[in-house]
């Protein structure tokens, strides 16, 4: 709740200079891109690091009442950056999130909103494919507006990787997730409007004036109601802390496998993985 000392947020800690993310205010509204075209806006460790802060910064800045992210060019996130990930494995360490010495240590990366349990508003503008830990950060925004040749899907077991499939499990339509999960299929934006999974579906070049018209209605209403409706809207699709710590460990036990070293390979020089179940 609300605390009874005024906020002592000053402007000046909006974090700038990001090199992966594009981080801007207008009005009440905060507008996060992921800028890394050039990988279709994978994550590595950077850029997860860059967007914690954003969040972070959405949360403390009392002006701000709702954010709206995208990303640049083709690509919403294609997910973790697993040519990133391979060539950590090739010289045998793991990445820098992923390993406990390192400061930027946070297993699963740390660059989802729920990670620094922010508790405002975002809106996602699912500019194009949304894969992965792309799809998981599209679906921590409770309101998704779609452009119409954007499709969503999940690909971790796709290179021996294992994900946050739970989480998929809660938030979308049992069927459509086991379908994105174990056959690493795709739903198209017609999909996943009509199973309920987006808002909106609109041309690219609408994409962001619907985001800001929604974007525009929550700012009508009392900041402080609506945070509390974020609230619960976490809550609501809370699982127990005995899951989670077991989801956590299932996912981390896969990623120190042969499979998963073999996965990561196969990606980066563009071939089939050849699976020896280890």
Not at 65 to 76: L, N, S
Request: hydrophobic fraction near 40%.
């Amino acid at each position: 709740m609300p605390s009874r000392y005024a906020s002592n947020y000053d402007p000046s800690m909006m974090p700038k200079d990001l090199e992966h993310v594009i981080y801007r205010k207008k009005g009440h509204v905060a507008y996060v891109t992921i800028n890394r075209p050039e990988r279709r806006n994978a994550l590595h460790s950077y850029a997860y690091a860059e967007l914690r802060s954003c969040w972070r910064d959405i949360g403390m800045d009392p002006d701000i009442y709702v954010g709206i992210v995208t990303g640049a060019g083709h690509a919403f996130c294609s997910g973790r950056d697993v040519k990133f990930l391979a060539e950590h494995q090739a010289q045998n360490k793991p990445t820098p999130h992923e390993d406990p010495t390192n400061p930027l240590y946070h297993w699963g990366g740390g660059g989802q909103p729920s990670d620094v349990n922010l508790e405002k508003p975002l809106i996602a503008a699912i500019n194009g494919y949304a894969v992965a830990v792309g799809l998981s950060l599209a679906l921590q925004c409770p309101l998704r507006v779609m452009a119409d040749d954007a499709w969503i899907g999940d690909t971790h077991t796709k290179v021996g990787r294992l994900g946050s499939a739970h989480n998929l499990y809660e938030m979308l339509p049992r069927t459509a997730a086991a379908y994105l999960t174990l056959c690493n299929g795709r739903l198209s934006a017609q999909e996943c409007l009509q199973l309920g999974i987006v808002n909106k579906v609109v041309p690219k070049d609408q994409l962001i004036p619907a985001a800001e018209q929604l974007a525009a209605m929550i700012c009508e209403n009392s900041p402080l109601a609506v945070q509390a409706a974020v609230r619960l809207y976490r809550l609501s699709a809370a699982f127990p802390p005995s899951l989670t710590a077991y989801a956590r460990h299932l996912d981390q036990e896969i990623a120190e496998t042969d499979d998963c070293f073999e996965g990561s390979r196969a990606f980066k020089e563009k071939r089939k993985p050849v699976w020896k179940m280890k």
